[in-house]
C-alpha cells in the first residue's frame, strides 16, 4: 500500500509551498485560521477518496447546533476519531447541504501540538482548517522523569492558559468548538486509544450544548510506524451520525448520577458516558453504510482501494 505522499504527490507538494503556519507553538499564536488555499486542495484529496452514497445521518441536529452558536450559545461537538482526515471528510459531506458552508465555517477544532510540529508535511494538511492548539496531558505524562520535564510543563502551561482564553473568546462570537475527546486516533487492537481522557468532562462543563458524532469509514489508515506521513489513503463510503442536541448541564448530571462525591470517579462516569454515546453514534453510521457496501460488493466493487489511479 502506498502512503498518502506517494499516492498524492502533486497536491502535497503544492500543500507544502502554500503552507503559511509555523511549526513551532507559541502561547501568542495557538490560534490558527484556515489556510483557505490549502483547504481547496485538501478536498481535491478529499472528493477523490470519498464514495458515492457518503452522507451525513442527523444533519439537522448540527444545524440546530450551528442556530444556537449563532444566538450567542456556546457549543461543542465531540467526534470519534480514526484519522487525520475525519474532520476533512466531516466538512466535504456537511456542505452538500443547506446551510452547510456557513456551519464548517463555524467550526473551531483543537488540535494537539503535534499536528504542527511533527513535519512541515503534517502541518501543511493540518493548518487547511481552524484550530486552537493546545500542548496535550500525555505528552507531558510521556516526559515525566526526564531532565525536559519541567521546561515542557512549563510550556504547557503557557500553550494551554492562551488556548483557553481563545476558545473562550470564540465560544461566544458564533463559533462550534469541536473535540476530539480520545485525543488520538483510534489503533485496532488498542482499545486504549478509544477512552475518552479525563479532561473531555472540564471541556463538557465549559459549555452549553453537545452533539456528538460517530463515525463509520474510514479514508487515511494509521500508518503502524505512527509517522503521520506514511498512513495510507483509501477510496471509502463514509457515513457520519449526529447525535441530537443535548444540553450539557444535563447530560453531566446524568452521568455523574452515582458518583456524587466528584474527583476522577465522577470525571470518568462523564467520559464513560461520552464513550457510551460514541458506540449508539457509530452503531446508527454503521447501520447506514453496511447495504450501501453490500450494494457494491453485490456489483462486483471493492470500495476500499489503497492503490489506485486516475487522481
Do not use: W
Amino acid at each position: 500500500m502506498t502512503h498518502i505522499d506517494e499516492q498524492f504527490r502533486q497536491v502535497t507538494e503544492q500543500l507544502i509551498r502554500n503552507s503559511q503556519q509555523s511549526q513551532a507553538v507559541e502561547r501568542d499564536r495557538v490560534f490558527q485560521p484556515a489556510n483557505l488555499g490549502n483547504r481547496a486542495l485538501v478536498e481535491q484529496i478529499i472528493s477523490h477518496l470519498v464514495l458515492p452514497g457518503s452522507r451525513m445521518e442527523g444533519y439537522e441536529n448540527l444545524r440546530r447546533l450551528y442556530r444556537l452558536a449563532r444566538e450567542g450559545k456556546s457549543c461543542i461537538i465531540l467526534m470519534e476519531h480514526y484519522s487525520n482526515f475525519d474532520l476533512p471528510c466531516f466538512f466535504h459531506l456537511a456542505e452538500r447541504y443547506e446551510e452547510g458552508k456557513a456551519v464548517t465555517d463555524s467550526i473551531v477544532a483543537m488540535a494537539g501540538s503535534k499536528l504542527n510540529e511533527e513535519s512541515r508535511f503534517v502541518l501543511a494538511f493540518t493548518e487547511a482548517y481552524t484550530r486552537i492548539v493546545i500542548y496535550p496531558a500525555r505528552m507531558l505524562t510521556a516526559l515525566e522523569g526526564t531532565p525536559e520535564y519541567e521546561e515542557a510543563r512549563a510550556r504547557s502551561r503557557d500553550i494551554n492558559r492562551s488556548a483557553l482564553r481563545e476558545m473562550i473568546r470564540l465560544k461566544y462570537t458564533g463559533h462550534i468548538v469541536l473535540l476530539f475527546p480520545a485525543g488520538t486516533r483510534y489503533r485496532p487492537g488498542k482499545p486504549e486509544t478509544r477512552q475518552a481522557l479525563l479532561e473531555t468532562d472540564s471541556y463538557i462543563k465549559g459549555f452549553e450544548y453537545l452533539v456528538t458524532v460517530g463515525i463509520a469509514g474510514n479514508t487515511l489508515r494509521v500508518d503502524s510506524s505512527g509517522n503521520m506521513e506514511k498512513d495510507q489513503p483509501a477510496t471509502d463510503v463514509m457515513v457520519y451520525s449526529v447525535g441530537p442536541v443535548t444540553s450539557t448541564a444535563e447530560f453531566r448530571r446524568a452521568a455523574r448520577a452515582s458518583t456524587p462525591e466528584g474527583g476522577d470517579d465522577a470525571k470518568r462516569a462523564v467520559t464513560r458516558a461520552v464513550e457510551n454515546e460514541f458506540d449508539l453514534r457509530h452503531k446508527e453510521a454503521e447501520a447506514v453504510r453496511e447495504p450501501i457496501v453490500k450494494a457494491l460488493r453485490d456489483k462486483g466493487i471493492d470500495p476500499v482501494q489503497f492503490d489506485f489511479s486516475g487522481f
